[in-house]
């Protein structure tokens, strides 16, 4: 079965522009989260969904939002961007296994 | 803040020799997970091993937990040239979180 599909691969964008990206989970997983990697900070969660509701909530501003649909595809949005977003967003999705599995990500840059 | 913190940072070995990552965490866990991760690209899961197993094998890979020490290890047997990645562990915090928290990774080069 297909994996996790994350859109766009890459982004490019200018500061204090907003962005969207785009999850849809392995079909059947309903646990969806995203996570922010930089070479600083490394792997940091930032939130999961699961059948709708934000179940969980990492340490970022509220500039960092998302959302899932009914049909468990996840959105992530971030506002103002600034020069330090510019990171790969992951997002993973979950089944009843306890496995989360990884899209290969968007490269969000911000000039 | 980082929960798992892989040893050692980078790890330069020769195609065929055993390549040996360690991971210790801090709180107590539900799970360990280890994923490798090419160049920038997504993370692909390699293994998960529950707080009440102690050894878990899968093809050329094999992990220990021990829990009394909060650490991990894992061992890549014949390690080829395509194991070169970087690879982290994540602990799955008990109390019913999905969050996983990663280390910072260890950066494992095989040289043909």
């Known amino acids: 079965k297909a994996g996790v599909t994350q859109t766009p691969r890459y982004l490019i964008k200018t500061r204090g522009q907003q962005v969207t990206l785009s999850c849809s989970p392995i079909?059947?997983?309903?646990?969806v989260s995203w996570y922010q990697q930089t070479p600083g900070q490394g792997l940091q969660f930032l939130f999961e969904?699961?059948?709708?509701?934000?179940?969980n909530k990492g340490n970022f501003p509220g500039r960092f939002s998302g959302r899932q649909f009914s049909n468990s595809r996840s959105e992530m949005n971030v506002s103002t961007l600034e020069l330090g977003d510019s990171a790969l967003y992951l997002c993973?999705?979950?089944?009843?296994?306890?496995?989360?599995?990884f899209g290969q990500g968007t490269r969000l840059t911000v000039v | 803040s980082q929960q798992g913190e892989e040893d050692p940072q980078a790890l330069s070995i020769q195609e065929g020799e055993n390549a040996t990552m360690n991971c210790s965490y801090k709180?107590?866990?539900?799970?360990l997970q280890w994923y490798r991760q090419n160049s920038g690209r997504g993370l692909v899961h390699l293994i998960l091993?529950?707080?009440?197993?102690r050894e878990k094998h899968s093809g050329r890979l094999r992990v220990t937990l021990d829990t009394s020490k909060k650490s991990s290890s894992l061992l890549i047997t014949a390690s080829r040239a395509a194991d070169t990645a970087s690879y982290f562990c994540?602990?799955?915090?008990?109390?019913?979180?999905?969050?996983?928290?990663f280390g910072k990774g260890t950066k494992l080069t095989v040289n043909p």
């Open positions: 993973a999705s979950r089944g009843l296994d306890t496995e989360a599995f």
């Open positions: 079909s059947g997983h309903r646990s």
């Open positions: 969904y699961f059948s709708e509701t934000q179940r």
């Open positions: 709180t107590s866990i539900n799970n």
């Open positions: 091993i529950r707080s009440n197993e």
């Open positions: 994540a602990t799955d915090t008990q109390g019913g979180s999905e969050k996983l928290v």
